[in-house]
């Protein structure tokens, strides 16, 4: 982007080059004017000159032809002779008949034969008296001829023709001349000029350089800041009134530092949201937290609006302000219920206000609010802890109990197997003991979901535990797409514990595309956090299914047994990860899985 420097210096000179230039050009279309109307002056000069002649030598010659006398009349060729010797730009010097044909030429040259055909020499005094410039490049680009005719009329009818031809050839080079010193003296006061906007746009700047200086000292926190300029202009004005601000601000900075620490040491020591209106009830600050719970996260800049135009006249703070600010009437962890947004549910705030000043109207109000969904979801948190903890140790010995007659069901079936072999009962009995081992399965796997795990702790890259998982894809028909960030830092986990979340999530994603599909794999590193991405372009989920697939047992697969989602869910947490699963139907299935860097303390 050019400077500022660089835009005055190119305006200067431009509003300097163009009354230059439009002069210049001026100069060259008047002296260029000036050249053609002497041309045509000196061409009409000479054809009267022949007008005369032809009068003598009717004079002496009457009663005979016109034309043989003109063409015998010494004194006419000699002087169209002289005419094309002596006449500045001319090329030619004739006497022609109305039908077009030459009677009289200087050197006889083409007498009896018709006229050529040359441009009216109106033709170019009418191109040169055009206000575009442009118009007199046809005088510099060659030699052209132009004819000036002079009619002779005997008793209203046209008798002769006097035609003089003009050539441009002189006056392209006079205006070539005209031109190298109208560029040259164009380019010299340009420069002069250039030179003077340089110096001027110097010292201007050099004055402009030091206030801007000034500005960013005192942005920077410098109030001992304080200009001086020599000279008596609107510069040193502005500089006045420069150092004016600057000890007005260094006054009010004393009085700020002398009266804002009691008040900030208390902000900062808050981690709940705050908010400082002043006496009006506008916006002066207010934290993230106070926006994101107000609502006010999408509105951009609010300090100096109005909070009764940000919030619904309904508002329930709206009122504590407005009583705060009137009256007296301060708050502690006063409760309101606020609508959340778009959605349906309502969320509890706990409020506190506090006045500023002594005055029965408040200088401003300083509010503290705190939103109570993490302390209820922590309490319902803890409470479907305690549940999920008596429920397991149920879970648990009922498991066990059920393990024990399966075993022996199990045992007797291989028993009756072997008595009844040979026989149609063996198909039976297969069936059944396939059903007891998938029971058992199912157990088994209760029993892993249930009972605490001990982590094992280690370093390794999430890019070659997605490269493992992709070389246990078999099908043909399913192409897997990598996209691994190779910044992405190692974390510190339960590697064999994220390798069978992993092998559950993939093995869902390729049951999804029966038919093939792609299977994506992605990895990145955000804000400590190594995110993994497992995408198929499968059938995907009913949005109906969705809140439940992470339900134990639940599945939407024939013949699935609801395990592989629920265990790798648990293993990913037990390692501080979360895992989300987005899904349209129709469009196939991601699964976000966020691990921490570092492992579990």
Not at 86 to 105: E, K, L, N, S, T
Not at 170 to 181: E, F, K
Request: glycine share 8%.
């Amino acid at each position: 982007m050019p400077s500022l420097r660089a835009k005055l210096a190119t305006t200067f000179f431009i509003l300097l080059l163009a009354p230059i230039v439009a002069l210049s050009l001026f100069s060259l279309d008047r002296a260029v004017g000036i050249m053609v109307a002497n041309l045509g002056e000196s061409a009409d000069l000479m054809s009267r000159q022949v007008f005369e002649e032809m009068r003598i030598a009717l004079r002496q010659n009457k009663g005979s032809d016109a034309q043989a006398a003109f063409k015998s009349d010494a004194s006419i060729r000699m002087l169209l002779r002289s005419i094309e010797a002596f006449g500045p730009a001319i090329v030619y010097a004739r006497i022609v008949a109305p039908d077009g044909h030459i009677v009289v030429a200087a050197n006889g040259e083409m007498e009896g034969q018709p006229q050529p055909k040359y441009p009216p020499f109106s033709e170019l005094t009418t191109r040169v008296a055009h206000w575009w410039p442009l118009s007199m490049v046809p005088l510099l680009a060659g030699q052209a001829n132009y004819n000036v005719a002079r009619p002779v009329l005997s008793d209203g009818k046209l008798f002769q023709t006097i035609s003089i031809g003009v050539t441009t050839d002189l006056i392209r080079g006079q205006i070539q001349r005209q031109m190298v010193i109208t560029i040259v003296l164009m380019i010299a006061v340009s420069m002069i000029a250039m030179l003077s906007v340089f110096l001027l746009g110097n010292r201007l700047m050099r004055q402009l350089d030091a206030i801007t200086v000034g500005v960013e000292r005192l942005t920077a926190g410098q109030t001992d800041v304080e200009l001086a300029f020599p000279q008596e202009d609107e510069l040193n004005a502005l500089a006045q009134k420069f150092n004016q601000l600057s000890r007005q601000l260094r006054v009010d900075r004393s009085r700020w530092d002398a009266n804002r620490t009691p008040l900030f040491d208390v902000v900062k020591s808050l981690n709940e949201a705050v908010m400082l209106l002043d006496e009006e009830g506008s916006i002066l600050f207010a934290n993230d937290t106070a926006r994101a719970l107000l609502g006010l996260t999408t509105q951009g800049a609010i300090e100096g609006l109005s909070l009764s135009a940000l919030l619904d006249s309904s508002h329930p703070l709206l009122a504590m302000v407005g009583a705060a600010l009137e009256g007296n009437n301060q708050a502690r962890d006063v409760a309101i219920r606020v609508s959340d947004g778009s959605k349906a549910e309502r969320s509890s705030l706990l409020v506190s206000l506090f006045r500023l000043g002594q005055e029965r109207k408040a200088a401003g109000l300083l509010i503290m609010l705190r939103d109570m969904r993490p302390v209820r979801e922590l309490e319902d948190a803890v409470q479907d802890s305690n549940r999920l903890a008596r429920l397991g140790g149920l879970i648990s010995g009922v498991a066990h109990q059920l393990r024990n007659p399966l075993q022996g069901m199990n045992l007797r079936l291989e028993l009756l197997s072997q008595e009844v072999h040979g026989t149609g009962a063996d198909r039976h009995i297969a069936k059944l003991r396939q059903e007891v081992n998938r029971l058992d399965q199912a157990v088994e796997a209760l029993l892993r979901f249930m009972r605490p795990q001990q982590l094992e702790l280690s370093e390794f890259s999430i890019n070659d535990l997605l490269t493992e998982q992709a070389t246990q894809v078999r099908r043909d028909s399913v192409k897997v797409e990598f996209e691994l960030d190779p910044e992405v830092p190692a974390v510190q986990a339960d590697r064999s514990m994220l390798a069978e979340a992993l092998k559950n999530v993939v093995d869902n994603a390729l049951q999804a595309m029966p038919n093939g599909g792609t299977l994506g794999l992605k990895s990145k590193g955000v804000n400590g956090v190594v995110e993994i991405t497992v995408s198929d372009t499968g059938e995907g989920i009913a949005p109906e299914h969705l809140d439940r697939i992470f339900n134990l047992y639940f599945t939407t697969k024939h013949g699935g047994n609801g395990l592989g989602l629920p265990l790798a869910l648990r293993a990913v947490e037990l390692n501080r990860g979360t895992m989300e699963l987005r899904s349209q139907p129709g469009n196939g299935t991601s699964c976000l899985i966020r691990v921490p860097i570092s492992g579990p303390q």
